[in-house]
């Protein structure tokens, strides 16, 4: 049985919304579904009773609870002690970034950090906002480069790295004179949401303006190249950031917001982490690198 149908429950009742568990999951609410449905065909009984105000457990549901309480737990108990022996017998850096970190910083980063430590080995998890502060607290992985969370940052340190500005993503076709696209501009429009989660970056933006801001906004679990694709057709437009967009060659227009706006990225890390010589390297490697990265251009 996957556990990850258990958790998933788990918090579906706790927030009492299949909607709320799938947005902080990162998955679409008809995925979660999928997934709860597929549990209850498992287990052969109703665990979930749906309703427009929510969900809650069934009777049968609250029956298990005790028992499916303690299988998530010893799902995780097992997977932090594999992880810690893992660990012992090699030496291990668990690193979690975005995609486009991953594109544009990582290779000169890794190539740094290597040369000063040729015996360690290095996993990378790339992933949504969530999941990767998730794996950071729950000890899978060791210290991660994402933006930065008030909701999610507690119980870890952020050390920030760089602001990433933000930047509108439009078709060729449309029409402006200025250089700049003011964010009250995206009200009406078909505005394509970036992949899982993303939406904590870019919602802020909509709410900093005095008036309003209501585009007709469709969430996606679309990778960035795609969601250029979609908009160079002219199927909506998008807000994303200037390192996402770096060295991306297509058919749109790139233009600063107005007001402007950023995310900051930076390494979030546990204060017991802080201690590890390999990772205290890798957060100075990385300090480096970016410093030396941007001060050249």
């Not at 360690?120 to 729950?138: C, F, H, N, Q, W």
């Not at 429009?189 to 469709?218: G, Q, W, Y």
Request: charged share 20%; net charge negative.
């Amino acid at each position: 049985m996957d556990t990850k149908k258990i958790e998933a429950l788990l918090l579906a009742v706790e927030k009492g919304s299949l909607s709320l568990a799938a947005e902080q999951l990162g998955y679409t609410q008809s995925g979660l579904t999928h997934m709860m449905n597929s549990l209850e065909d498992e287990l052969g009984i109703k665990l979930l009773e749906r309703s427009k105000s929510g969900v809650r457990l069934s009777p049968a549901g609250q029956a298990l609870m005790k028992e499916l309480k303690a299988l998530s737990s010893a799902s995780l108990a097992l997977e932090r002690k594999a992880s810690r022996l893992r660990d012992d017998s090699f030496s291990t850096l668990r690193l979690g970034a975005y995609s486009s970190v991953v594109r544009h910083w990582m290779p000169s980063v890794l190539a740094g950090f290597r040369g000063e430590n040729p015996d360690t080995e290095v996993m990378m998890d790339a992933g949504s906002i969530t999941e990767i502060y998730a794996r950071t607290k729950a000890d899978l992985l060791d210290c991660a480069i994402v933006s930065y969370q008030a909701d999610l940052i507690q119980g870890l340190r952020w050390i920030p790295l760089r602001d990433d500005r933000l930047v509108a993503i439009l078709p060729k076709s449309y029409s402006s004179n200025e250089d700049v696209f003011p964010v009250v501009n995206f009200s009406g429009l078909e505005f394509i949401m970036p992949s899982a989660c993303f939406d904590k970056d870019i919602n802020p933006v909509f709410n900093m303006c005095s008036e309003k801001v209501s585009p007709r906004i469709s969430y996606s679990n679309l990778d960035d190249a795609a969601i250029v694709s979609m908009v160079s057709h002219g199927l909506g437009v998008s807000i994303l950031s200037e390192l996402v967009m770096q060295d991306m060659k297509a058919a749109v227009q790139v233009l600063p917001l107005a007001p402007s706006a950023s995310r900051s990225l930076g390494i979030i890390v546990s204060e017991e982490k802080l201690g590890s010589p390999s990772i205290a390297q890798f957060i100075k490697c990385t300090q480096q690198v970016i410093e030396s990265m941007y001060s050249e251009k």
